[in-house]
């Protein structure tokens, strides 16, 4: 098992940056891919960005440029950098492990808001 804990969300304006992180616990050497998805109202949940064990990363189009995934494997944290937040980047933010099996670990989420 993989236990995720969120933490770092917020109202912000747009224009600005917030920093999302992910403390992983558990089976850890498990894991093989992190990323963060996001559910806005009304939508499905969609990919945000995602890290590899070996630092690979990959965005979605429509934060590529903005947001930053990176991990810090001593303190078995990622992180989301977010920086010229938009309103459409509104939606709860949720942290996810994908492990040994192709079992898939989720965080309770963490909501963030961008005022126009």
């Known amino acids: 098992q993989v236990q995720l804990v969120e933490s770092g969300g917020g109202l912000v304006q747009a224009g600005g940056s917030l920093r999302l992180s992910c403390a992983a616990s558990?089976?850890?050497?498990?894991?093989?891919?992190m990323g963060w998805y996001r559910q806005a109202p009304g939508k499905q949940r969609e990919l945000v960005a995602t890290?590899?064990?070996?630092?690979?990363?990959n965005y979605a189009e429509s934060v590529k440029g903005r947001f930053t995934i990176s991990r810090d494997n001593a303190k078995n944290t990622v992180y989301l950098q977010m920086n010229s937040l938009k309103p459409e980047d509104t939606a709860v933010y949720y942290c996810n492990a994908l492990a040994w099996g192709n079992n898939h670990y989720w965080g309770q989420g963490t909501q963030v808001t961008v005022s126009s």
């Open positions: 558990g089976i850890i050497f498990s894991i093989n891919v």
């Open positions: 890290i590899t064990s070996g630092g690979s990363t």
